[in-house]
């Protein structure tokens, strides 16, 4: 992701939120609540890496790294990943091969593990699951998952 693109991440971390069938989406400005905004806020530091999916020249998807103390924390030295596809391209395949992309950079960068943050009722739970990802602590509604570089 170039720094002129960092806008669209306010786009796609609202599209991070997982919303249960039947449920209402929640209005735009919750990705200003401080427990969400400290994904994006301030994006392009040192560890900050970000890729994107594209359909001729549109930006669909996007992935994002940053050493941060959000809900999937679990060390100074681990990157938490938010990932994000808009709803016309989910169940295609395209956040697969975002997710490998992106966990051949972290190793690339150095990282021996990445961490994230997930519902339990959230069907990408799978698609984390089959890429290696696995539950390091949980509660009733959610898992928070490393995975090993």
């Known amino acids: 992701m170039k720094p002129e693109e960092y806008p669209l991440l306010s786009d796609f971390l609202y599209e991070a939120i997982f919303i249960p069938v039947g449920m209402q989406k929640p209005n735009r400005t919750i990705i200003h609540q401080p427990e969400l905004a400290l994904y994006i806020e301030d994006f392009g530091q040192a560890d900050d890496i970000c890729l994107i999916a594209e359909i001729q020249g549109k930006a669909i998807g996007a992935i ?3 050493i941060m103390n959000d809900y999937g924390h679990v060390g100074e030295d681990t990157p938490s990943l938010a990932i994000a596809l808009f709803e016309e391209y989910r169940n295609q395949g395209i956040g697969t091969v975002l997710m490998k992309a992106m966990l051949q ?3 690339e960068a150095g990282y021996r593990q990445v961490s994230l943050s997930v519902q339990k009722a959230n069907y990408a739970m799978h698609m984390y699951e089959k ?3 696995r539950t390091m602590r949980e509660n009733p509604e959610e898992c928070v998952m490393v995975r090993e570089l």
Do not use: D, E, I, Q
């Open 64 to 66: 994002w790294s940053r």
């Open 105 to 107: 950079k972290l190793k």
């Open 131 to 133: 890429a290696g990802f």
